[in-house]
């Protein structure tokens, strides 16, 4: 089990001698430190809570046009399986990229962007009503939201409301680039939030 804590960057282009050039998101990991293990006995599962250090390097920040630093530290909890992995792990133990390897496959989890509130046409994809013929004001409307039974609108209905701002884990991405001496992770395609937000890095089961 290998996990991490970062800053997303940015996503850039990197350049395979076999695959081509590959979308890849960085990610900026300013070494961990395990602060908690929780136990079976104790918590009723067992997991390790890590903190990341309090800034981010300022070449990278220059680099990528990362304007915020962290400002305090973060915590977030990796959940393992077997007791025999919490042994790696214990208390005040310094976790950094070197744990991953090019070809490893991660899952990534972060906050999506949040957008506020959104029509049915922006958070749901419908495509709203005629632009001619007297569609004049219908032109991003929902339509219908009921009938004449049974008379109330049926709970789950798609409707305007807020969009984005949710936990999201963006599934088997490959590494495809590490670079220990800057803290770097690079993985292939989109993980989720904004520039500058933290996420975390988990190992794929």
């Keep these: 089990m290998k996990f991490i804590l970062g800053k997303k960057l940015g996503m850039t ?10 979308n890849v998101t960085l990610i900026a990991c300013e070494p961990n430190t395990v602060t908690l293990s929780r136990t079976m006995e ?9 903190e990341t250090s309090k800034t981010t390097k300022k070449t990278v920040r220059k680099e990528f ?31 950094d990229v070197s744990l991953f390897a090019v070809g490893d496959t991660v899952n990534v989890a ?11 046409v922006k958070r749901h994809g419908f495509a709203g009503g005629r632009a001619s013929h007297g569609g004049k004001h219908d032109l991003r409307k929902g339509g219908s939201i009921g009938a004449t039974f049974p008379e109330h ?8 409301g807020r969009m984005g701002g949710e936990n999201m884990t963006a599934l088997n991405l490959s590494v495809v680039y590490v670079n220990v001496a800057e803290g770097l992770i690079g ?10 937000r933290i996420v975390k890095v988990m190992s794929a089961k």
């Design 187 to 196: 993985v292939k395609g989109a993980v989720p939030g904004v520039n500058g």
């Design 42 to 50: 104790k918590d009723g599962y067992l997991a390790i809570q890590m």
């Design 65 to 95: 046009r990362v304007d915020r630093a962290i400002t305090k530290g973060t915590h977030a909890e990796a959940v393992v399986e077997l007791a025999k992995a919490m042994e790696q792990f214990p208390v005040a133990t310094k976790l």
């Design 13 to 22: 282009t990197l350049f395979d001698d076999v695959k081509g050039a590959l």
């Design 110 to 120: 972060g906050v999506t962007k949040s957008k506020g509130f959104q029509g049915v």
């Design 153 to 160: 609108v049926v709970k789950g209905r798609r409707m305007a």
